[in-house]
T-cell receptor, first 114, second 113 residues
Framework: NAGVTQTPKFQVLKTGQSMTLQCAQD?????MSWYRQDPGMGLRLIHY???????DQGEVPNGYNVSRSTTEDFPLRLLSAAPSQTSVYFC?????????????FGPGTRLLVL | AQSVAQPEDQVNVAEGNPLTVKCTYS??????LFWYVQYPNRGLQFLLK??????LVKGSYGFEAEFNKSQTSFHLKKPSALVSDSALYFC???????????FGSGTKLNVKP
């Protein structure tokens, strides 16, 4: 198993540009989520999904969109990038609901918005 | 609202000494608590979790954590630190709807030879 994969590893955007961060898992996990990591703030949940076709907002959803058309993929879209979205983004997945299941994290995407 | 707090930004210990990384929580209902570790330029890795049962939870790499309900704490411990334990450690709690993780701000552990 490849586990949780994320692409790209690093991206530079200009303010106002849009892009999609890709996340895929091959473990048949139902629960997937996106976090951003900023210094001194830990990880904050952006969006999550409990299965194909079902998504919901986390703590900091503004400026981001998600969709879950398949169990394997959970892309994160930045509609109009802003410097405040400069961060490291992590995708995670787990077998079931987050309640008792261990989450597996991808290697992260570093995003710089100029 | 559910939350966790990690009061120390950084913890420094000498190799071979015991280490403690502190975490306190605030939840409504029974807490589901987790510890994760992050090595440089890597994603987070699961260390251990407390759902129910014994207050002392054992996890990966010789780490353990003690759940203390009266003090609302879930401190991470290891009897003898290794230089390779140097990393960023995150405490996390499950939200009351069991769909969201809430992470602490992280504690950087430095183990010196």
């Amino acid at each position: 198993n490849a586990g949780v994969t994320q692409t790209p590893k690093f991206q530079v955007l200009k303010t106002g540009q849009s892009m999609t961060l890709q996340c895929a898992q091959d473990m048949n996990h139902e629960y997937m989520s996106w976090y951003r990591q900023d210094p001194g703030m830990g990880l904050r949940l952006i969006h999550y999904s409990v299965g194909a076709g079902i998504t919901d907002q986390g703590e900091v959803p503004n400026g981001y969109n998600v969709s879950r058309s398949t169990t394997e993929d959970f892309p994160l879209r930045l509609l109009s990038a802003a410097p405040s979205q400069t961060s490291v983004y992590f995708c995670a997945s787990s077998l079931g609901l987050a309640g008792e299941e261990t989450q597996y994290f991808g290697p992260g995407t570093r995003l710089l918005v100029l | 609202a559910q939350s966790v707090a990690q009061p120390e930004d950084q913890v420094n210990v000498a190799e071979g000494n015991p280490l403690t990384v502190k975490c306190t929580y605030s939840v409504s209902g029974n807490p589901y608590l987790f510890w994760y570790v992050q090595y440089p330029n890597r994603g987070l890795q699961f260390l251990l979790k407390y759902i129910t049962g014994d207050n002392l939870v054992k996890g990966s790499y010789g780490f353990e954590a003690e759940f203390n309900k009266s003090q609302t704490s879930f401190h991470l411990k290891k009897p003898s630190a290794l230089v390779s334990d140097s990393a960023l450690y995150f405490c996390a709690v499950i939200g009351e709807n069991f769909n969201k993780f809430y992470f602490g701000s992280g504690t950087k552990l430095n183990v010196k030879p």
